[in-house]
């Protein structure tokens, strides 16, 4: 085995089905994150699962008519579902209401506490009269003092990522209930000291200068610019974990300071499934021989490249701490906001009933918003698909496995010297199968894909200038040459494109009747990976692998889901 991969996914909450922002946000580049790592040896534990604590499960369950604990379960197997129709290559998706986080929790809390980083407070909550409850920050919606945004939770503006109080709302209403019948009353709490911890976290933060994105480094220095607040980790509810110290025993640990340690729950979870074979500290204690890669949406960086981390830092322990932290802007629908309520946008439940699986996957890593929010509009979707899947790639290997077959029959064509044409496309080849390799280890999925449509288009390119269809009929030897080399492109293609979408890889595979890869290509040797398939290896028969989305498919699904209605 190689290098020691650690990859986690943010996880979500359970109370709601995923829609594509949530897919393209964390889910979807951690898995190929993963299954990239894998193909270059490393030794690679994928993990995600469901955030399932704090009001939102507890006001879910309610409208349900169900038991907090039966409502979490099912759709804890309703998200695993998903994931899996997603082709989602987790190696445990668990849950941070399990035994094990709640073990991992007390144990950090217990060394904070211990090491002075806990403070007790009195502090003025917001309750709702109408809901007879105290409301968690983020079911507390109002206007943000700072930016001015209308439906800025209280712990948080989304818009403008200004961490907030609530009672800093302006207009606060309950997000349960609706109704603005709010007061605030005095309830003692736990808090984080976050200001004793932030000269740690600051120059801890500084290491990673180089390896974070601009997008997630520059939030994390905002927030430490801005300096640090101690912040609340318990709650008035009764759906979470008790919290373990005397005279707090009827309060539970905030979502946000076991959902993070979730990571580590959950991989206990998977170690305790195997105990002989799989040990959870070998990933989180043993920090020298990890290397950990996070992602999330940009409203997710605060805590996991400041609070978690410093969470961690105070235990005095040595855990494994985040290496690459990939954040990225929003996924926006048409412009607007995703609403499951309004029936507007596209969930994942709905969207693998519309395509395959892999038709999103490569869109949405194609349109990575890694630097700015990114709309999706059926139109731009089914543009792209057509162009680049269709006919660029689909129409690359269509081309040679027909001619291969008319000419040659079946099998891989023998005969035939590399010319200097073969030599540029190799030399060509190799440069850019290193600058994808490398874009993806950096976690540049945008780069990535429009270096791997540039090799798709070099393979056509070649094709076009060497004309086999016609060279066939005067120099067999020839054509097989330039055949044979398209044939070997095929495959190249497809290993470079199996993390981004593994079935598709896979059927392209079949067709030169070879299995799923187990290693990534070696443009360093590129003469090895185009002389691969030996001349008379037996082929499949050709066959179209992908299909066009029609002109009347995009007019009837934007339709459907209210494309045109959306409001900012």
Known sequence: MGKKCLITSALLYVNGTPHLGHVIGCLLPADVCARFKRLQGDEVLFIGGTDEHGTASEFGALKAGLPVEVYCEQNHMMHRKLYEGLNLSMDYCGRTSSKQNQEIVYRIFSALDKNGYITEKTIEQVYSIDDQQFLADRYIVGTCPYCGYENARGDQCEHCTKVLDPTELKNARSAISGSSHLEV????????????????????????????????????????????????????????????????????????????????????????????????????????????????????????????????????????????????????????????????????????????????????MANMPETSDVNFKFDAFAGQINKDLNDVLGNFVNRVMKMTQSNFGLVVPEGGALTDEEKQLYATLADLISKYTQYMNDLEWRKALATLREIWV???????????????????????????????????????????????????????????????????????????????????????????????????????????????
């Open 458 to 568: 070099e393979g056509n390119n070649y094709i076009a200038r060497t004309e086999p269809w016609k060279v066939a009929k005067t120099d067999k030897q020839r054509a097989a040459c330039i055949l044979r080399t398209g044939l070997n492109l095929i495959r190249i293609e497809a290993i470079l494109l199996s993390p981004i979408m593994p079935t598709f890889a896979k059927e392209i595979l079949s067709l030169l009747k070879l299995p799923e890869p187990t290693g990534w290509v070696n443009a360093q040797d590129i003469n090895k990976e185009m002389s691969y398939l030996a001349p008379n290896t037996e082929l499949g028969e050709p066959r179209l692998i992908f299909s066009k989305i029609t002109p009347e498919m995009v007019t009837s699904l934007s339709e459907k889901y209210h494309e045109n209605d959306v409001k900012e």
């Open 185 to 364: 009353r005095k309830t003692k709490h736990l808090f984080l000291d976050l200001p004793k911890l932030q000269s740690l976290i600051e120059k801890w933060v500084k290491t990673r200068e180089f390896m974070w994105p601009d997008l997630s480094y520059t939030i994390a220095q905002k927030w430490l610019k801005e300096g640090l607040k101690e912040r609340c980790i318990t709650r008035d509810l009764k759906w979470g974990f008790p919290v373990n110290k005397p005279g707090y025993e009827d309060k539970v640990f905030y979502v946000w300071f076991d959902a993070p340690i979730g990571y580590i729950g959950i991989t206990k979870q998977w170690s305790d499934e195997d105990p002989e074979h799989r040990h959870w500290e070998d990933w989180w204690l043993k920090p020298d021989d990890v290397t950990y890669i996070e992602f999330m949406g940009k409203d997710n960086v605060p805590f996991h490249s400041v609070s978690f981390p410093g969470t961690l830092m105070g235990t005095g322990e040595p855990w494994t701490l985040v290496s690459q932290l990939k954040g990225v802007s929003y996924l926006n629908f048409n412009g607007g906001k995703f609403s499951k309520s309004a029936g507007r946008g596209v969930f994942l439940d709905d969207a693998l009933k519309e395509f395959p699986a892999d038709y999103w996957r490569y869109w949405m």
